[in-house]
């Protein structure tokens, strides 16, 4: 039997333990909106009477709660009201009247049916789904008002089954991508459903490029995405609207590898890559209520890389040169040396020579201004070239992914293994093959 028992700390005369059924799992088979099954907690409260009381009543309860706290901050720096909900998931009682108890131990055996409709025990960040075994003891006093004695309370893991062992090997199915369908075909093949107790989670990734020549696959990363959305109904509020909130995570971190870097990497050829997931029980399991839904999907991210060379234009930078209208047009521009008299032959000469000088000048100038503009415009053609020579695309897939529970479990410690010395036998071969997970491929 498992016991949780509290002494309290103001009085010794009774103590109360809750044992369960060990038979009790826990584990509620089929979809809450489905055709379903659901369990039956059993067990029995005991109570430990050190010394002769007087007592009205013992009540033993199960209580299942959903609530959700997705408060948003106002103007004011000051939480508002309206991201708070709570609702009854179930609540059973037992009253068991009793008036003395004398020194010993009294057994009181309790059953509860529990609903194929309720869902998993569930905790995050912004709510949880609690249920809670409580026995509370009253003693009788002299007033009519019950006087609390003793208060016993221990949680109660609900999971939900959606695979039974008989059929380990889930669903298989291919997810084709659609983003840059010009640029690359790819498509991802993962299961559908898989235990969050240790199950593996194989993908496989095809990528096939549509040109080859200018195209690589740059990097790929695949990541298991848990994503959480608490949304409230709005019944609850003063202003009757609802309030909603969604939270990514990845419990299982993610995987990054770089295809191109593979010295025997040839883009024409069609790639398949594989990858294995591991989960375990950090990885919540699927929920679907009015108040939490969690749902998980494989995404994969792809990175391809593309050259541009063979579309976009030389611009190369070359030398900067002058042809000859510019020359003639600037030289137009210039304004005529004066006319000087016959007989100044030396004023004259003088007049010439600096007229030549000014023109020269100028027409190192209108050069030097053409080399400044002929280098801006290569230079910014040139940046413009390595910005647009290569161009990287994202393309995104997601494939859903159902995480479920076991039907058998353990807590705790590994289970001893089976006493053959007994009845009990080895499993053979066939019922060995059958069970245990499949072998990973590591190509």
Same mark, same amino acid.
């Given at each position: 039997m498992t016991t949780f028992a509290k002494i309290p700390k103001d009085t010794n005369d009774v103590t109360i333990e809750l044992q369960i059924d060990p038979l009790f799992t826990g584990v509620v088979h089929g979809h809450s909106h489905d055709i379903s099954e659901g369990c039956t907690l059993k067990g029995i409260c005991?109570?430990?009477?050190?010394?002769?009381?007087?007592?009205?009543?013992?009540?033993?309860?199960?209580?299942?709660?959903?609530?959700i706290n997705v408060r948003s901050t106002t103007s004011m720096a000051t939480p508002s009201p309206e991201g708070i909900e709570c609702r009854s998931l179930i609540n059973k009682v037992k009253s068991i009247d009793c008036?003395?108890?004398d020194h010993g131990e009294y057994a009181y055996p309790f059953e509860f049916e529990l609903p194929a409709t309720l869902p998993a025990s569930f905790r995050g960040k912004n709510g949880y789904i609690r249920y809670r075994l409580e026995a509370v003891l009253h003693r009788r006093r002299r007033s009519s008002v019950m006087h609390r004695l003793v208060r016993v309370s221990r949680d109660i893991c609900i999971r939900r089954c959606l695979l039974s062992d008989a059929m380990q090997h889930s669903v298989y199915d291919t997810i084709h991508g659609h983003e840059h369908s010009d640029k690359l075909s790819y498509s991802a093949n993962a299961p559908t459903m898989v235990y969050r107790e240790g199950g593996?989670?194989?993908?496989?990734?095809?990528?096939?490029?549509?040109h080859p020549g200018t195209q690589i696959v740059r990097s790929v990363t695949c990541a298991l995405r848990e994503r959480i959305h608490y949304q409230t109904t709005g019944q609850q509020s003063l202003t009757c609207q609802s309030v909603s909130k969604t939270d990514d995570l990845f419990p299982l971190g993610w995987s990054t590898f770089y295809p191109?870097?593979?010295?025997?990497?040839? $883009?024409?050829?069609?790639?398949?890559? !594989?990858?294995?997931?591991?989960?375990? $029980?950090?990885?919540?399991?699927?929920? !679907?209520?009015?108040?939490?839904?969690v749902t998980h999907a494989l995404v994969v991210n792809i990175m391809v890389q593309q050259d541009n060379h063979e579309n976009l234009?030389?611009?190369a930078p070359t030398s900067p040169q002058l042809d000859s209208d510019t020359l003639s047009a600037s030289a137009q521009s210039l304004p005529s040396p004066p006319s000087t008299p016959q007989n100044h032959g030396m004023i004259r000469s003088s007049s010439s020579s600096s007229s030549l000088r000014s023109l020269s000048e100028d027409l190192v100038k209108e050069a030097a201004s053409a080399l400044s503009s002929i280098t801006r415009r290569n230079s910014h053609s040139s940046l413009s070239h390595d910005q647009q020579s290569k161009k990287v695309y994202s393309c995104t897939l997601e494939c859903p992914l159902i995480v479920t529970c076991r039907e058998h479990y353990w807590e705790g410690d590994r289970p001893h293994p089976p006493a053959y010395q007994d009845t009990e036998a080895p499993p053979s071969y066939g019922l060995a093959v059958e069970q245990l997970p499949p072998v990973p491929c590591y190509d």
């Open positions: 005991m109570l430990h009477v050190h010394r002769p009381i007087h007592t009205r009543k013992l009540v033993i309860s199960l209580e299942g709660r959903c609530k008036e003395y108890f593996l989670v194989p993908l496989t990734l095809t990528i096939d490029l549509i191109s870097d593979n010295p025997k990497y040839n $883009p024409n050829h069609k790639h398949e890559y !594989n990858a294995v997931f591991r989960i375990c $029980p950090r990885v919540n399991a699927d929920i !679907n209520t009015r108040l939490i839904r234009p030389s611009t």
